[in-house]
């Protein structure tokens, strides 16, 4: 099938491209004419946030996007907001506001209703603004729209500032910076490897490509569902790798069957039939282990698995059909290269030789260095983040600090108490109203509570509790858990009363809850769908536990450093970040699915030269350093790439990415280097023919499957007599 596939894209090349431009067009076309969106928003199915959240839209319709602040500000040496000149100011532009478009209220905080949203010493308040827009659908140029409406308050010398939803339009990068770096450090990487610059511009050209159709499709799927914008640049770094690695990887054996005098076209359709089948594998395996994210029952996990996956399956889907297309456009232009010889004196050849020759030597210090990596993972705890962590110059963060210093902390992040009562209130001044509120107040971690809201019919009431701590404390996580636990419920007992708690920080606090309860599972799921895989490859039950075993413990690694990085502070500031952060639930368990897949590459690349050679002489060691040594080079150019692209996003502002980023390409560099060099090669050592045992039952059970072989004839060579084993990878029957 794969064969003939290729084949059918190699005698046709022209046609194949002009298919591809032309859905890559109608792509941007349609991004271009409906918009690309991208949503913060966090749905919780089934959690008291998101109770409290329905229950409040109905009884308490507001704007779509709920109401946002426009923060103002002068210098303690300047005058108050409160003077003659300012509050003239404040009021134009308030009306100059209200008349921008999508804007459908503006309250200002000289207002009577409003009194409170100004600080006690006059130099900083806030207009509210309510839109007509949800905040998915806000733009940047909304944002400086409203801004630019500020001018009168500018003009009078007050700092105009936006926050929430609008400040993060305003503050929304683009990642064009972090992916133009990691294009020339690939660059950089192909031009070593290949010493021929057409051959390495086109990894480069297949991953761009991948990304062009990529981005696009995430940003429609956006109308239908919110993708996040973490996602969107997760796809990104993962789109852009992979597709690079595996046009590498297929490009490598292309040149090396021309350099066997095999003619263009025939090389095409056999490189896609062998490497082609081989990313097809390695790309299933991290759709499959994405999917393991939708056992959490959240949205956002969906949304987080299905931007990656859509970025693997648009690289698998190019290789596929565009790649042979295009070497058979590009021929000779490409080059040719023999296959790296196995028994060169050094490279990696050397390192297998040391390797096999003391395999405990070098097992037990590896193992030693992954399991001190590790050691600050067990420290690691689930949080939040808040605009508090973005960068200084960033609008956000202005803002935030600002209305902080000015209503304490817990301003930016404040809980939502909502009652459904038996019966309706007489008025605010009901008993039961009056009772749950003093209640809140006595709260420990408990600043302020805003007065009673009722409802149209008096049936639903809220308040609006502002803890003492930030979002992202976690003491604001254990006062929502106080609060449900004991307050709330020690308040309403035998009232006939229904509480819920919701906002900002307590729906983050049921989604690291729910993250938490759901990442078992989860992990279990990716643990055995890596292991089955690996089990249909290799047909070999120890191999397929090992490799499980080994990742975990690069994945355990890479949890250190992220650790040690980001919730310890240690080296924050070399990364551009103020001091230690939160680490969010969804990236450890993103990372994991992410980690898992991806290393099926270099397993399947790196073993399937071993054991062919191995069914060539039956020598475990020596199948080793002839396996490693072949596959090293690309193996580390593939693993370069990687590294260069996912670090390459330090350059985002957003420390989510930045996390992103430094566990991404940790975990690529042990995965290659201790891993693959070092962990795989002593355990095959010390294992020898037991790398290869299959029970009977299990063996009649499986299908048989060729995953490197190209289905050539030529394949198919008089072999020395060795211990029956299943089908080879590169062979196509047993000797």
Known sequence: MFATLGRRCARSPKRVLAAWLLLLVTAVAAVL??????????????????????????????????????????PAQAAPLTADAQRTAVDETARAVAKVAHVTAVTGFLDPAGHSALSA??????????????????????????VAAAAPATAAGIEVTPGGF?????????????????????????????????????????????????????????????IPSAGETVAAMIGLGVGIDYTLFCLTRFRELRA??????????????????????????????????????????????????VAVLAAMALNLTLLPALLALLGGRLGSAPAPGADRPGGWSAVARTVVAGPW???????????????????????????????????????????????????????????????????????RLTGLAAELRRAEGVASVGPAELSADGRLARWQVVPTTAPADPATAALVHRLREHTLPAATAGTGQVVH???????????????????????????GVAALLLLLAFRSPLVALKAAVMNLLAVGAAYGILTAVFQLGHGAALIGLDGPVHIPGFVPLLMFAVLFGLSMDYEVFLLSAVRESYLRHG?????????????????????????????????????????????????????????????????????????????????????????????????????????????????????
């Open 501 to 527: 708690l919701g906002g900002t920080p307590a729906a983050q606090a049921d989604l690291n809850d729910r993250i938490a309860d759901r990442m078992p599972p989860i992990v279990a799921f990716v643990l």
């Open 166 to 226: 609008l400040a993060a339009a305003a503050d929304k990068q683009p990642t064009r910076y972090s992916e133009l770096v990691g294009l020339v450090a690939a660059l950089l990487v192909l031009l070593v490897a290949f010493r021929n610059p057409l051959a390495a511009a086109l990894p480069l050209v297949m991953g761009v490509l991948g990304l062009g159709l990529t981005l696009p499709a995430l940003g429609l799927i956006g109308h239908r569902m919110d």
């Open 619 to 735: 020598d475990t060691r020596r199948a080793v350093v002839s396996g490693l040594g072949s596959t090293g080079p690309v193996i580390t150019s593939a693993a370069l790439i990687m590294v260069s692209v996912f670090l390459s996003y330090l350059l985002s502002d957003d420390p989510v990415v930045k996390m992103f980023g430094i566990g991404l390409a940790c975990a690529v560099v042990l995965d290659a280097t201790v891993v693959r060099g070092i962990l795989v090669p002593a355990s095959m050592a010390l294992l020898d023919r037991g790398n290869w045992w299959l029970p009977r039952w299990l063996d009649r059970l499986l299908p048989h499957l060729d995953i490197e072989g190209d289905g050539h004839p030529g394949n198919e060579e008089e072999l020395p007599a060795v211990e029956a084993v299943p089908v080879p990878l590169g062979l196509t029957r047993l000797p």
């Open 33 to 74: 004419a409906y918009g690309a969106v991208t949503s913060e928003t966090v749905a919780l199915p089934g959690s008291d946030s998101q109770a409290a959240k329905d229950v409040a839209d109905t009884a308490f319709p507001a704007s779509a996007s709920g109401r946002q602040p426009l923060v103002l500000h002068t």
């Open 361 to 431: 030597r070098c097992l037990l210090p590896a193992l030693a260095v992954l399991a001190l990596l590790a050691v600050p993972a067990t420290r690691l705890t689930l949080g939040q983040l808040d605009a508090g962590d973005n960068a200084t110059t960033t609008a956000g963060r202005t803002a935030y600090d600002r209305l902080a210093d000015a209503f304490g902390p817990g301003f930016n992040g404040p809980l939502q108490v909502v009652d459904t009562l038996p019966t309706p209130a007489s008025g605010a001044g009901d008993q």
């Open 121 to 146: 010493d006059g130099h900083t308040g806030y207009l509210s603004i309510d839109l007509d827009v949800p905040a998915r659908d806000l733009t940047s140029g909304t944002t400086a729209a409203i």
């Open 260 to 309: 066997a005098g095999v003619p263009v076209e025939e090389a095409a359709a056999r490189t896609t039939a062998g490497s082609g089948k081989s990313v097809a594998f390695a790309g299933t395996a991290v759709v499959a282990a994405l999917a393991g994210l939708c056992l959490g029952g959240l949205p956002l996990l969906y949304a987080l698995a299905l931007c990656p996956a």
